[in-house]
């Protein structure tokens, strides 16, 4: 009885060398460090501790502006988004387009035009809200500069919200009803925590994207951070000024990420046992 032998292909050896891919992110990282290191020999060189003195406490003025726009925005914007996601969700028109026309109309335009639009735009109609008695609000940058901020982030949390709450199974609801809880008590309970592990991050993303695109109000006349770095640098025409804003910036940015990831590793440790 003979037996048909097989023959048994053997895999090809691994390619010598580096693969493409490896090169070129070997490549984009030692770019990345030489120029870190450059700015970095450039900021010593440059170094000018009395135009650092002087504008010091400009920079904290303006780092405190910031942080404020960015948080009353921001807990402005939180409340706003709760029944818009909920008119996003609803299966009645006269709830579900409104909130659609508004989330489309904020996350389709650019916040600056957003910003425009609310500063210069309502100051073309002063009679008519000198009338109604609201001149008082719309005439301060500040106050219009939160109020397009509130009104941006609001569109976006909403569509996290949503995007969050939708993302729990209907087997949640179904599960709870079962047990013979209330509809409030299965969202408080059981919906709401499992969203907002899912949240979380599109959140955290949010309030990173509202920081840095803060910077434009500096045009509107807010002094805020960028707005005390272009006075500082319209003062002295040094153009490290500007690295100091953006280091700041830089350094706001990574502790609201570190900050995020605790957030994150706390609520889901239970998750990696």
Request: proline content about 5%; charged content about 15%.
């Amino acid at each position: 009885m003979s037996v048909a032998s097989e023959t048994v292909e053997r895999p090809a050896p691994p390619p010598r060398g580096w693969p493409t891919a490896r090169i070129v992110g070997t490549a984009l990282l030692a770019l990345w460090a030489a120029l870190g290191l450059g700015l970095l020999v450039y900021l010593v060189s440059a170094w000018n501790p009395e135009l650092f003195s002087r504008y010091a406490p400009y920079y904290l003025s303006g780092l405190i502006t910031t942080v404020e726009l960015v948080a009353v925005s921001i807990v402005i914007g939180a409340v706003l988004s709760i029944p818009i996601a909920f008119g996003r969700m609803s299966s009645k028109r006269r709830f579900a387009w409104p909130a659609y026309a508004f989330v489309y109309f904020f996350r389709g335009t650019p916040l600056l035009a957003q910003t425009f639009l609310i500063y210069y735009g309502f100051g073309s109609f002063r009679p008519e809200l000198q009338a109604a008695g609201l001149w008082w609000f719309f005439r301060e940058a500040w106050y219009c500069a939160i109020f397009a901020f509130s009104l941006n982030t609001a569109a976006y949390q909403a569509e996290i919200l949503r995007g969050a709450l939708e993302s729990v199974g209907r087997g949640q609801w179904e599960a709870g009803k079962a047990l013979g809880l209330s509809k409030w008590l299965i969202f408080r309970k059981i919906i709401l925590p499992q969203a907002m592990l899912v949240a979380l991050r599109p959140y955290g993303n949010e309030i990173i994207l509202m920081i840095k695109g803060s910077a434009i109000v500096a045009i509107i006349t807010v002094y805020d951070l960028m707005g005390e770095t272009r006075r500082a640098y319209s003062r002295t025409f040094d153009f490290q000024t500007y690295l100091w804003a953006a280091l700041i910036y830089l350094a706001i940015v990574e502790f609201l990420r570190n900050i995020i990831d605790f957030i994150e590793r706390r609520l889901t440790r239970h998750l990696k046992r």
